[in-house]
């Protein structure tokens, strides 16, 4: 192709005639220029194929992420539930004769429980890491990650201080609690020695004259009403999140 266009070239030389060859010579740069631009296009366009993959792998690694710490999250409220409501029921029974057969219960599943969410992060914190955030082109999207990320990051902070208040508590019952650990529990630890009617009818008596416990109890239950609020707040952003990511994967289908 390239001696075809030299060949007519050294034609219209040799035959002096200038004006045409200045004519052709403009129309093969023309023609270079929109080869060039062809070729650019084609390049842009893989290119924007290749970010486009990226980006829909990226969104499917992340739904799989977020839809575990949907599962997390759900769970962990659900526990947390339980904490509350227990926290509540206990401290009903160290001020009245109310559901004592089960103060064992609303120790071990409230006053001493803990539970927390915990996200799986790994793909967004591997896209902030690399510094690639950009191949993520929902707008919304980015941001929702953004505050969710903010909200994990700074929405622990009274974490320590419910921790110190569960081993507080722990702490304050330690020298009958084991008397009023539920039957299940107990069997399940390994501990098959059976608790007397006494020892229990004991522990009971200890423990509604623990005043310093009461009063870490109560401290503890408005805690964990907070933090479950708080839960229930990042099982928002999740679901958000998810809603977010399922739309852009429609319209890339």
């Given at each position: 192709?390239?001696?075809?266009?030299?060949?007519?070239?050294?034609?219209?030389?040799?035959?002096?005639?200038?004006?045409?060859?200045?004519?052709?010579?403009?129309?093969?740069?023309?023609?270079?220029?929109?080869?060039?631009?062809?070729?650019?296009?084609?390049?842009?366009?893989?290119?924007?194929?290749?970010?486009?993959?990226?980006?829909?792998?990226?969104?499917?690694?992340?739904?799989?992420?977020?839809?575990?710490?949907?599962?997390?999250?759900?769970?962990?409220?659900?526990?947390?539930?339980?904490?509350?409501?227990?926290?509540?029921?206990?401290?009903?029974?160290?001020?009245?004769?109310?559901?004592?057969?089960?103060?064992?219960?609303?120790?071990?599943?409230?006053?001493?429980?803990?539970?927390?969410?915990?996200?799986?992060?790994?793909?967004?914190?591997?896209?902030?890491?690399?510094?690639?955030?950009?191949?993520?082109?929902?707008?919304?999207?980015?941001?929702?990650?953004?505050?969710?990320?903010?909200?994990?990051?700074?929405?622990?902070?009274?974490?320590?201080?419910?921790?110190?208040?569960?081993s507080s508590l722990v702490e304050k019952s330690s020298n009958y609690a084991a008397y009023l650990e539920p039957e299940r529990d107990r069997k399940r630890n390994g501990l098959n020695k059976p608790i007397t009617e006494e020892e229990?009818?004991?522990?009971?008596?200890?423990?509604?004259?623990?005043?310093?416990?009461?009063?870490?109890?109560?401290?503890?239950?408005?805690?964990?009403?907070?933090?479950?609020?708080?839960?229930?707040?990042?099982?928002?952003?999740?679901?958000?999140?998810?809603?977010?990511?399922?739309?852009?994967?429609?319209?890339?289908?």
């Amino acid at each position: 192709m390239i001696k075809f266009f030299r060949k007519i070239r050294q034609k219209l030389l040799t035959e002096n005639k200038f004006s045409k060859y200045l004519i052709y010579a403009i129309g093969e740069i023309i023609l270079v220029v929109i080869g060039i631009l062809i070729a650019l296009g084609i390049n842009n366009l893989n290119q924007n194929r290749i970010a486009e993959n990226e980006e829909v792998a990226i969104l499917k690694a992340m739904k799989t992420d977020f839809l575990e710490t949907q599962n997390r999250t759900k769970a962990t409220i659900k526990n947390q539930t339980t904490v509350v409501e227990f926290c509540y029921k206990l401290q009903i029974t160290m001020n009245e004769q109310k559901n004592i057969d089960s103060i064992g219960e609303y120790i071990y599943r409230g006053a001493i429980s803990y539970w927390r969410v915990e996200p799986v992060n790994g793909t967004y914190d591997g896209l902030i890491g690399s510094g690639k955030t950009d191949v993520i082109k929902n707008q919304k999207l980015k941001s929702l990650l953004a505050e969710f990320s903010a909200e994990i990051k700074y929405g622990f902070e009274d974490e320590d201080f419910c921790l110190d208040l569960t081993s507080s508590l722990v702490e304050k019952s330690s020298n009958y609690a084991a008397y009023l650990e539920p039957e299940r529990d107990r069997k399940r630890n390994g501990l098959n020695k059976p608790i007397t009617e006494e020892e229990r009818n004991s522990a009971i008596i200890r423990h509604q004259k623990n005043d310093s416990f009461l009063g870490v109890l109560v401290t503890k239950s408005d805690l964990e009403k907070n933090r479950l609020e708080y839960q229930k707040n990042i099982l928002k952003f999740v679901e958000n999140i998810i809603a977010q990511i399922e739309s852009e994967l429609v319209k890339k289908e």
